[in-house]
């Protein structure tokens, strides 16, 4: 369980949604199968809904606001769900992903930050005039943990070659971010590809795509610099899937990846010899 079994309204415009959806059941009188016959779903899908487990659909909440003679209430929480900045973003990312069953991730410019190392994380932290980069490196870190845990997610990222091409300071910090690739690469859980150099331009290079599967359905995730969102529209979701699902297409194979790493790595081993 990823949020409280009776979640406060003050937390976020999810959470609120879910305390008024009990709310106006409950004033009503009617049984969670009851709510669920007008929405339908099942009683155990109104729970997950009255507990933010799961966001409430825009026609859905629509239905509750004619049922329940609000005013048209409902559907407006949710559609300033979906438009508005949530400030515990980053927070209920975190819960997400340490939730996860899964993560399929897409990044144009960074290797994504749960396959960082340590010198990588903080070069890229440095280079995006982070406030307190010590802070924010600790907390990368520890959030990698979910990779050596009993059940850890199943890993699917893809990074452009210009990515893994580009050189960082100081010396040693790109090869021993690729030997780390090549090492995750070998473990069951995490798949790594590469988009060669040479690709026509592909859906996708505008900006980076995470889609996290937890236990109740995929939630995905959207960043600018210094502003970010938890994406749980079912639509935007779907949306995000087959961007990523296009960005695949235009990667290499796993082994076709591994090879490439492994000659970068050779090469990245001469230049620092020769530097």
């Known amino acids: ?12 415009l999810g959470t609120l949604i879910a305390f008024m959806l009990r709310f106006y059941r409950l004033r009503a009188g009617e049984t969670g199968e009851q709510v669920g016959r007008i929405i339908g779903v099942g009683k155990a899908q109104v729970s997950k809904l009255e507990h933010a487990r799961q966001p409430i659909g825009s026609a859905q909440a629509a239905a509750l606001d004619r049922h329940w003679k609000t005013g048209g209430l409902l559907a407006y929480l949710v559609h300033f769900s979906k438009v508005l900045h949530n400030p515990a973003w980053l927070d209920q990312h975190f819960q997400h992903e340490a939730q996860a069953l899964a993560i399929r991730y897409f990044h144009p410019t960074l290797v994504p930050g749960l396959l960082q190392t340590e010198d990588y994380a903080r070069a890229a932290l440095v280079a995006g005039r982070t406030p307190d980069v010590a802070q924010a490196l600790k907390r990368r870190m520890k959030r990698q943990e979910l990779l050596t845990r009993a059940e850890p997610p199943m890993i699917r990222a893809i990074v452009d070659q210009a990515v893994l091409d580009r050189s960082i300071r100081p010396q040693g910090v790109r090869l021993n971010q690729l030997r780390w690739l090549a090492e995750l690469a070998d473990r069951q859980n995490v798949s790594i590809r590469v988009v060669p150099k040479g690709e026509p331009l592909y859906p996708g290079v ?59 790595i050779g090469d990245a081993e001469r230049d620092d010899q020769l530097a």
Do not use: Q, W
């Open 1 to 12: 369980m990823y949020m409280r079994e009776n979640p406060d309204p003050k937390d976020s």
């Open 206 to 264: 505008d900006g980076p795509i995470k889609i996290i599967t937890l236990p109740t359905g995929d939630v995905g995730f959207m960043e600018t610099p210094g502003v970010g969102s938890v994406v749980t529209d079912p639509d935007r979701v779907r949306d995000l899937v087959a961007r990523y699902e296009l960005v695949s297409d235009h990667a290499l194979s796993v082994g076709a990846t591994r090879r490439l790493i492994e000659d970068m």
